[in-house]
């Protein structure tokens, strides 16, 4: 770790916080170093000190395919020849819009936008100028970036931070957004039987990923799409996460609830940055230049990002790895249940195909009340015990473990050899 700290201190004075984004702080988990990465390959990260990590990270999962993946590097590579910023309609960006919309049911036209937030910031304004109404109905414990109006109750690093909302959204901008429990179709009636003919949108993750793994209750979503439609709201699905990770396309479709708009990003990004918002013909024509909702970007659609999206979305079309990734994901969290049973540690899993989050203590995580009394204090110390080992897990007890297709059978025996290690360091304190 010398290298680290020595670059980290370097970090500290040029880089607020030493990190470009808050979720990769240590300060949950202790306030150590983070290590400070120079590569990654296939499923592992390794650190300025040569040290390497089975990264079980995934850059908060747009990296189903791995690191450094050949098929997605010599795509890169190609359109870097030809130019990463053209300014104008390139052809690979409308390959990557036609594999959307043939892919994810509901979305009949896309925008690409050059982040996960401006694609679900841009999902509530075409909301709100469509209905022309202004609430926003959105739920504890989720996230859908850090646009001002939906910071208040979010998951990810706003839980992390322990926060309840950000500094300098202004007053003007919460008083339009209504932020229920995940999974209480009572509290949302309740809501929409006083606010409904005002609410413009309901919006969230469909499977949420951001307070951990919590997948909706049987009918839930579909209460969601009627309550929301009952009332003239528009329904939209945060599946920045959740497409492309679970299954090829959007989780929506597997769930049997199609929402008239969709936010999108991570993984159609192949690691570049990249989002999307897409949805009903109708609503999309009222985005500029067609209609008077404006959005636009100097970078959306940028054609290094186009072809990284579109090699990784070829590579999970043909291959479809999704059955092996979950697989080796249920393996190794049925390992780790077995290893803390055995130590009498209380923990609880939820998984849902390649992803999963191991919550510290005995309750149903159902929602973002049941994730916030997963005891902070051991997964510390888990965090930083399996960090020594090479481990690199997420540094919040509100993330998840990622499988990626890269992820072999040597790398989970050696993470729950070191899972073993640390569960009986634990329960010997
Ligand atoms: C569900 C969800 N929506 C939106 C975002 C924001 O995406 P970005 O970080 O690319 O702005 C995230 C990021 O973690 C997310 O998990």
């Given at each position: 770790m010398v290298e680290s700290e020595e670059w980290f201190k370097r970090a500290q004075v040029a880089i607020s916080g030493g990190v470009n984004s808050p979720a990769r702080s240590f300060a949950a988990v202790g306030g150590g170093t983070p290590p400070v990465m120079t590569r990654g390959q296939g499923a592992h990260l390794f650190d300025v000190d040569g040290r390497r990590y089975i990264d079980y990270l995934a850059a908060f999962g747009p990296l189903v395919l791995g690191h450094a993946h050949p098929r997605v590097v010599a795509a890169v590579e190609h359109q870097m020849k030809l130019g990463s910023l053209l300014g104008t309609p390139t052809d690979v960006e409308i390959l990557l819009a036609e594999e959307l919309v043939r892919s994810v049911r509901g979305v009949e036209q896309v925008r690409l936008t050059t982040t996960g937030t401006e694609a679900v910031m841009s999902v509530i304004r075409l909301a709100r100028a469509v209905t022309g109404r202004n609430l926003l109905v959105k739920f504890e414990g989720t996230y859908h970036g850090h646009s001002d109006p939906v910071l208040a109750k979010a998951g990810s690093g706003v839980a992390t931070g322990g926060g309840e909302a950000s500094l300098g959204v202004p007053l003007g901008v919460t008083q339009d957004v209504i932020t229920l429990p995940y999974n209480n179709l009572e509290a949302v009636a309740r809501v929409m039987r006083t606010h409904g003919p005002r609410v413009a949108l309901v919006l969230t993750?469909?499977?949420?990923?951001?307070?951990?793994i919590v997948e909706p209750a049987p009918g839930y979503l579909e209460g969601l799409a009627e309550l929301s439609h009952q009332y003239g709201a528009l329904l939209a699905f945060d599946?920045?996460?959740t497409a492309y990770r679970f299954?090829?396309?959007?989780?929506a479709e597997a769930l049997g609830v199609i929402p008239d708009l969709y936010a999108l990003g991570k993984v159609i990004g192949g690691g570049l940055a990249q989002g999307a918002y897409g949805g009903r013909r109708d609503l999309m024509g009222q985005v500029a230049p067609l209609g008077g909702m404006f959005q636009a970007g100097t970078?959306?659609?940028?054609p290094l990002s186009a072809a990284a999206g579109l090699a990784t979305l070829s590579v999970l079309r043909t291959e479809s790895p999704y059955a092996t990734m979950a697989n080796l994901a249920e393996y190794l969290a049925q390992a780790i249940l077995d290893r803390a049973r055995r130590r009498r540690l209380e923990v609880t899993i939820n998984r849902v195909g390649s992803a999963f989050t191991l919550f510290f203590g005995s309750m149903a995580v159902v929602d973002y009340a049941s994730a916030q009394r997963a005891d902070a204090v051991q997964f510390a110390r888990f965090h930083q015990l399996m960090l020594t080992r090479g481990i690199y897990l997420?540094?919040?007890?509100?993330e998840a473990w990622f499988i990626s297709a890269q992820h072999r059978a040597e790398d989970v025996e050696q993470t729950i050899g070191a899972v073993d290690e640390v569960f009986a360091i634990m329960a010997d304190h």
């Open positions: 993750e469909p499977i949420v990923g951001n307070m951990g599946e920045v996460i299954r090829y396309g959007a989780v970078l959306a659609g940028n997420a540094p919040s007890r509100f």
